[in-house]
T-cell receptor, first 117, second 116 residues
Framework: ETGVTQSPTHLIKTRGQQVTLRCSSQ?????VSWYQQALGQGPQFIFQ???????GRGNFPPRFSGLQFPNYSSELNVNALELDDSALYLC????????????????FGPGTRLTVL | AQKVTQAQTEISVVEKEDVTLDCVYE???????LFWYKQPPSGELVFLIR??????QNEISGRYSWNFQKSTSSFNFTITASQVVDSAVYFC?????????????FGKGTTLSVSS
């Protein structure tokens, strides 16, 4: 069974630039969630994708956007980077069966460390 | 509002000591789930346990045990006979199930340092 993978591992950008982070979900999973973890804090929910559509969003501005592909992999895009966007970005995958909103366990990838200068 | 509080920021113990990590939550939901995750220095969050709000039985898995008490809105985690490999940041999390999806709400974490 393949776990959640993320790329790249580390990334350095400058203010105002745009960045794309990638995530491959665990085998058999169809839902992907993204979290931002600032240094010394717990992860904060950005959004979730299910059936290639955004399916719930946390308190993040529209410059944070995403995609989910037919193979359930996902991208997180951040436009107009700000210094406060420096963080560890975690992707988690889970399996959701139909319309049930049961809370399936989310399994996390190793994260992408983004530094904005 | 949904909230998770982990009041212990850092805990230091010596190997073989028992240690309990506290977690207190707030939720308006009648059905909810609670989780514990471990984050070693590598950064990846490792799933430890999921518990739903209807199951208040305590659970034991090897050296790990969990005490869920709805009356006090607590879901505490105990490591028995701690080992150096237990050193990590531990997060308690609460499900936030809305009509659109499911988010996890995390506490700020407790850093556990186990010395030999």
């Amino acid at each position: 069974e393949t776990g959640v993978t993320q790329s790249p591992t580390h990334l350095i950008k400058t203010r105002g630039q745009q960045v794309t982070l990638r995530c491959s979900s665990q085998s058999g999973h169809n839902t992907v969630s993204w979290y931002q973890q600032a240094l010394g804090q717990g992860p904060q929910f950005i959004f979730q994708y299910y059936r290639e559509e955004e399916n719930g969003r946390g308190n993040f501005p529209p410059r944070f956007s995403g995609l989910q592909f037919p193979n359930y992999s996902s991208e997180l895009n951040v436009n107009a980077l700000e210094l406060d966007d420096s963080a560890l970005y975690l992707c988690a995958s889970s399996f959701r069966s139909g319309a049930t909103l049961a809370t399936d366990t989310q399994y996390f990838g190793p994260g992408t460390r983004l530094t904005v200068l | 509002a949904q909230k998770v509080t982990q009041a212990q920021t850092e805990i230091s113990v010596v190997e073989k000591e028992d240690v309990t990590l506290d977690c207190v939550y707030e939720t308006r939901d009648t059905t909810y789930y609670l989780f514990w995750y471990k984050q070693p220095p590598s950064g990846e969050l490792v799933f430890l346990i999921r518990r739903n709000s209807f199951d208040e039985q305590n659970e034991i898995s090897g050296r790990y045990s969990w005490n869920f008490q709805k009356s006090t809105s607590s879901f505490n985690f105990t490591i028995t006979a701690s080992q150096v490999v237990d050193s990590a940041v531990y997060f308690c999390a609460l499900s936030d199930v809305n009509q659109a999806g499911t988010a996890l709400i995390f506490g700020k974490g407790t850093t556990l340092s186990v010395s030999s």
